[in-house]
């Protein structure tokens, strides 16, 4: 007797090409939604932080500063100095930039740069900022 081998089918081109295309879009939709998810995450840090700094009207006009939200940028401006923190890819971009010093027309001159994990971190660093230029 003789065992029945089955010899395996080979793809058709068109097969290969369904299959690998099909391969491509699944992992390009997975892609998409982790940036979405990540970029929702951000937004809602920048929104956390900013509802943070602007929670004592009194303190921020005391100081001359004002608290704006733009996406996933918060900043605390004063006449003479931003202090700003961007969101994205889960870590924030804090700044301090000299409003009196600019490198292009309307961009404040960065003058420290640090990066943080938390809306906690970019608060305090915010606030190290904050009293750096209120001596």
């Keep these: 007797m003789t065992a029945g081998v089955k010899k395996a089918r080979t793809l058709s081109l068109k097969e290969a090409f369904e299959t690998e295309f099909a391969r491509r879009e699944l992992e390009r939709r997975a892609r998409d939604e982790a940036e979405r998810k990540q970029q929702e995450a951000d937004l809602a ?53 000299d409003k009196r010093i600019t490198t292009s027309p309307g961009s404040p001159a960065p003058r420290k740069q640090e990066t943080v994990e938390t809306v906690e971190d970019a608060l305090k660093v915010m606030a190290q900022f904050l009293a750096d230029e209120t001596r």
């Design 45 to 97: 840090n920048a929104q956390a932080l900013h509802e943070a700094i602007s929670s004592d009207g009194r303190f921020l006009a005391d100081r001359g500063l004002s608290a704006d939200l733009r996406r996933y940028t918060v900043s605390l401006d004063h006449a003479h100095y931003r202090v700003a923190a961007y969101f994205e890819g889960g870590k924030a971009s804090v700044t301090l930039s």
